[in-house]
């Protein structure tokens, strides 16, 4: 039994069969990720997903998270993801057509609920979000190709499909594919048994934009699927064509890439896109609330900020189990006290993870250096190398943003914390001594 059947054996206890029939049953279990905590689940159309996720959304959160014994996220994705990974690979699938019309009929992959006004935008992702509008009013001009990256649930995907949305707006017409990369080897490797390149060639090129989630999963011994993304970049961006990339990391840092891909991921703009900080975190709890219909009083929405910062998914499956929690305790009024019940697991989980404390006393000890050196301005090569590499793994294992960082280490700003991350995953590509370290002390850390 999968993780979706024991969610089902336990929603069959809780819906009522008619409403089981019209909205459980429909679904289609795609994956279950237990390292991320993802469950991906499909429906036939977007407006079904809406519908589902308004009605029952909450519910089956709440239900695998209570299995998973931690915060779930539940995503959904249309049948027409599995519709363009067969033989057929035009543009739209023929059957989706009229489905798709509301987005744009000649937009392909597009949530049409990931808006930019649906976005919550502060200090972490300003950047990101100012470049991402950009584009979406001039698409093919300024930024080409735009470059998102950061950690996991961090709102890259909901910016990559605002541009198309923005673009649909301006232009109904627009001409956009918006899909995963393992759709696109998917694709590839399809078109390759079949001999169907000319059908893979319409797909990925007779467009006006290109938008890609997750690119480092083309990390690895993907020559060939690397080579076609090569050849279709160079007939896209040339020609004004938009294209935009999500990775969870620097395009630099990405191992196993052709260098030439990785060149063309850093001519237009690269943007990252951190954890939020708190004023964001609290805001993002209250606009998620209002969606839902549901009065999150600011208290516990400072509570539930202050002792969650990995990410937006993480914020979004702890509010959809308190708002579970208060609507089936029948309570009218929710507390910081039945938050803190409601998210007793969650609380406890996020209390091990790894500190910038922690990881400073680590490397300290480890290049035999003070931590007063860690925190001074000296420019000493023995003391600023160690001082570099600890902030990059500050920025690798801890949910810290730049400036929470830079303030550990004598109140730098988070300029000088960039510039370290940067510097070091460089360094380490190319100085397999100064890898193995670093390999040795990300061990210690999490050992």
Request: aromatic share 8%.
């Amino acid at each position: 039994m999968n993780f979706w059947d024991q969610c089902i054996e336990k929603l069959k206890t809780i819906v009522n069969s008619k409403d089981f029939e019209r909205w459980i049953t429909p679904l289609v279990f795609v994956d279950w990720d237990a390292n991320t905590s993802t469950l991906i689940l499909g429906q036939k159309t977007l407006q079904a997903i809406e519908a589902t996720e308004r009605n029952f959304g909450v519910i089956i959160t709440t239900v695998a998270s209570g299995i998973a014994e931690k915060t779930v996220n539940v995503q959904y994705q249309t049948q027409e993801d599995k519709i363009s990974s067969l033989p057929q690979l035009g543009l739209v699938p023929e059957t989706q057509q009229t489905e798709e019309i509301e987005v744009g009929k000649n937009a392909l992959g597009l949530r049409k609920q990931l808006t930019f006004d649906s976005f919550v935008s502060g200090t972490s992702n300003q950047l990101a979000f100012v470049a991402a509008q950009n584009v979406g009013e001039n698409p093919g001009k300024n930024y080409n190709p735009l470059f998102i990256y950061g950690g996991v649930g961090l709102g890259k995907t909901h910016l990559m499909h605002a541009v198309g949305n923005r673009m649909v707006e301006r232009d109904p017409n627009a001409r956009i594919l918006c899909t995963s990369a393992q759709t696109f080897m998917n694709d590839f490797t399809e078109a390759v048994r079949t001999n169907n390149y000319a059908g893979f060639d319409n797909k990925y090129q007779n467009i006006d934009a290109l938008f890609i989630d997750d690119i480092q999963y083309l990390c690895g011994d993907k020559r060939q699927t690397q080579n076609k993304l090569f050849d279709i970049f160079e007939k896209l961006v040339p020609n004004g064509k938009q294209i935009i990339f999500t990775s969870d990391t620097y395009a630099r840092s990405l191992k196993d890439m052709d260098e030439r891909l990785i060149s063309r991921f850093t001519s237009g703009l690269s943007v990252e896109v951190e954890p939020p900080e708190l004023e964001t975190r609290v805001a993002i709890l209250q606009k998620k609330s209002i969606v839902q219909d549901f009065d999150l009083p600011e208290d516990v929405a400072y509570f539930i900020a202050k002792n969650l910062k990995s990410n937006v998914r993480e914020l979004e499956g702890a509010l959809n189990t308190v708002i579970a929690f208060t609507r089936f305790s029948n309570k009218q009024h929710l507390t910081i006290e039945m938050a803190r019940e409601a998210l007793q697991s969650i609380l406890v989980a996020s209390t091990a993870q790894l500190t910038i404390e922690r990881i400073q006393g680590v490397a300290a000890e480890y290049f035999k250096v003070s931590l007063a050196d860690l925190y001074s301005q000296s420019r000493l090569k023995s003391v600023a190398l160690p001082r570099q590499i600890t902030m990059y793994l500050c920025k690798e294992l801890t949910n810290s943003s730049l400036q929470e960082i830079g303030d550990r280490f004598g109140k730098r700003n988070h300029t000088t914390v960039i510039h370290a991350v940067k510097k070091i995953a460089d360094l380490r590509s190319k100085d397999k001594d100064l890898n193995y370290k670093i390999h040795v002390l990300e061990q210690m850390l999490k050992n």
